[in-house]
């Protein structure tokens, strides 16, 4: 079974549901983005998903994409660095976990192989790159088995009922499971929900292979009630970055601890 | 062109969020089944013929020729469709793809505008509601294409993030189409994408390429020696370019937008002089520009629709095989080149399709006099009359602009009194 697996089933048997708090490597700068990971750390994260900024972020909503944008705004974050502060975050925290998103080309012109071998060493167990599906990652997969990485996969209300099914087996670490059509957080471009949360839920959960996320939309202690029992982790993203925005770190660390107190 | 499974040698593919994974599905299978359709193919035909005024010229340039004193030179008018670009190729075949699938919304991306016009145009003839992308500084310098395709009922959305160019506006719509797939369709407006769209936008633009070998035959008794398109995004070259591929004895040479100078920043030459290099971003592989940690750039052109940051998959493939040279032309060649065609020819090209002409120009007088070459004159200049009065320092434009200001205010005022 993957590290990851292991380690979000060891941890749900103390706590209901896990935490996955989103952080914007280099936003507003790479020192308070470190800074802030820290603070959700101390406060008992369980996983810090730290996204790696790209120019084009399509698969995200205008919180995201203006964080992204601001990162990459009069300083040039390098893929190598992430790996080395984020590194030194997974060490001296060491009760919790982080896993890396990002989108395909920053990864790409980095070096997939080079990436996961560095994740490895820096005890980064989990990639999340929203624009690889499963089928043009085949090298990615062989160098993840290599190194004992998990490549995260996405499900979504809209997946085919046999692709789901494919995906929730192939499913390493944890699945993540896109609660609702759209980008992530609010923005002009959220979809109607398809079907119940619930039945979508027990539906992957049928398949599944590794314990499953719920990420997009995730807002509020009632979002985080309502898959409590049905996933094990919940994904806030963009409603952190959100209250970061607000009103700093004070502000982000009354959400986290609203939603997982 | 086939592609294999989606791909061109090491270029495209379809690299999408999953959340897109079922209309994009359902996009491939009814392409295939459209195309194969000959309805289907009968209506396209009509519409193409009927409604944007297909076949278009192919016009030989005798002062031109006589000018540069080499080869022939043709155009292949495609300034002459309905909307003035070849742009209304693709959007006639798409939408009617739309009305197949049963979908009521297009969505599309626009940098110079033409698409977003031919979009607006298309979507108000067949009933369909729709959204237009436009990257913010593109708003600004066309701002006549979003005051029609406004006219036309379309709701124009102006795109401030990033760069506030094509790329941002492409981000925005997938992100649209993220959302509301179940009832909308990507018109995507280039030959770009994930798959099938650079395969199917290159299918319907194919019949420039198809025109050309008939009415080459029929002017002039053979094929031509060399075409030559711009490239932007690449549909108007994959257009000319495909039926000729077979054709060993035709030379085909793509112009990038060389822009101000080539240091990144200042231009859009993504294939030639290695200045581009292998990417995978918004759904596709292909050469992008884009600096040491994978982050796309900003780019330059005169023209709106050649500045964006990457390029089709099928045209970088043919460049990196060698069956398609690419050249680049400087912002001001592609005044100058834009200026003699007015002059010798008495025919408005645009900004974009100048940079084909500039292309040939530099090559017309080394080529043999018997020799003969196609322009694709991929688009019309009217949309252009602010940027090239500018270009060309006209100094009565701006005395007219402040005119038309005052008496268009004066105008307002009167209005907003009679209303009161």
């Given amino acids: 079974m993957s590290q990851l697996a292991n380690y979000i089933s060891d941890k749900r048997q103390q706590k209901p549901i896990l935490s996955m708090t989103h952080v914007v490597y280099g936003y507003p700068t790479v020192k308070d983005s470190l800074d802030w990971m820290a603070t959700l750390l101390e406060a008992g994260a369980d996983f810090i998903e730290v996204q790696f900024p790209f120019s084009d972020p399509v698969a995200d909503g205008p919180t995201i994409v203006a964080a992204c944008h601001g990162a990459l705004h009069n300083q040039k974050p390098s893929v190598e660095e992430c790996l080395t502060d984020i590194g030194k975050l997974a060490r001296d925290f060491p009760e919790s976990r982080i896993v890396l998103m990002s989108y395909l080309n920053p990864m790409y012109h980095f070096g997939l192989e080079k ?60 699945l993540y499971c896109v609660a609702r059509s759209g980008v992530t957080g609010n923005s002009n471009h959220n979809g109607e929900k398809q079907q119940s949360l619930d039945e979508y839920l027990a539906e992957i959960n049928s398949h599944a292979n590794a314990p499953m996320g719920v990420g997009f939309g995730i807002r509020e202690k009632a979002h985080v009630d309502a898959i409590t029992g049905k996933a094990d982790v919940a994904i806030v993203g963009s409603a952190l970055l959100d209250a970061y925005n607000k009103g700093g770190k004070e502000e982000g660390l009354k959400l986290f601890n609203s939603l997982f107190d | 062109m086939q592609s294999n499974n989606g791909y061109y040698g090491e270029f495209g593919g379809s690299y999408i969020p999953e959340i897109l994974y079922p209309s994009q599905q359902q996009i491939l299978k009814a392409f295939e089944e459209a195309k194969n359709d000959p309805e289907f193919i009968a ?97 600004k310098r066309q701002y006549p294409n979003v005051f029609w395709m406004k006219q036309l009922g379309a709701t124009v959305v102006s795109v401030a993030e990033g760069s506030q160019t094509l790329r941002d506006a492409l981000d925005e719509a997938l992100r649209d189409w993220s959302s509301s ?74 112009v990038e937008a060389g822009g101000k100078g080539l240091e990144l920043g200042q231009h859009s030459i993504r294939l030639s002089h290695g200045l581009g290099t292998k990417g995978i971003a918004q759904g596709f592989a292909t050469m992008f520009l884009q600096d040491e940690n994978g982050q796309l750039q900003e780019t330059h052109s005169i023209a709106a629709g050649l500045d964006y940051v990457g390029v089709s998959p099928i045209i970088a493939h043919l460049a990196q095989e060698g069956r398609i040279q690419m050249k680049y032309a400087m912002d001001d060649e592609v005044v100058d080149a834009c200026s003699l065609l007015l002059r010798k020819e008495g025919i408005i090209p645009a900004l974009e399709s100048s940079h084909a002409l500039a292309g040939a120009f530099k090559d017309a007088p080394n080529l043999p006099k018997d020799s003969r070459i196609v322009i694709n004159l991929s688009g019309r200049g009217d949309k252009d009359i602010f940027n090239v009065a500018k270009a060309m320092n006209d100094e009565t434009f701006p005395e007219f602009l402040e005119d038309y200001l005052a008496d268009y205010k004066d105008h307002l005022n009167n209005a907003d009194k009679g209303e009161a």
């Fill in chain 2, 181 to 254: 797939h179940e009832e909308s369709h990507y018109l995507i407006g280039t030959t770009c994408g994930c798959a099938p769209f650079p395969e199917m936008v290159a299918f319907f633009q194919s019949v420039i390429g198809e025109e050309v070998k008939e009415q080459s035959q029929a002017q002039f008794g053979q094929y031509p020696d060399r075409l030559y398109a711009c490239v932007g995004g690449g549909s108007n070259a994959a257009g000319i370019f495909l039926p000729f591929l077979d054709e060993k004895n035709v030379e085909m040479i793509g």
């Fill in chain 2, 43 to 139: 209506e396209l035909k009509d519409t193409w013929q009927n409604y944007s005024g297909r076949p278009t010229p192919l016009t030989f340039c005798k002062n031109l020729t006589d000018h540069f004193g080499g080869a022939q030179i043709y155009l292949k008018r495609e300034d002459l469709n309905q909307s003035g670009a070849h742009k209304m190729n693709n959007v006639i075949g798409q939408a009617l793809l739309v009305k197949r699938m049963g979908k009521k919304r297009v969505i599309a991306e626009t940098g110079a505008g033409q698409h977003g016009v031919a979009t607006a145009l298309i979507a108000a003839r067949l009933g369909l509601e729709c959204t237009i992308y436009m990257g913010a500084k593109d708003v």
């Fill in chain 1, 115 to 174: 990436l996961v071998k560095r994740c490895a060493e820096e005890n980064i167990l989990g990639l999340i790159l929203p624009d690889l599906p499963y089928e043009q990652a085949g090298d990615l997969r062989t160098y993840c088995d290599a190194h004992g990485i998990d490549p995260v996969w996405l499900v979504t209300p809209v997946t085919p009922k046999d692709r789901l099914a494919f995906l929730a087996k192939e499913a390493r670490g944890f």
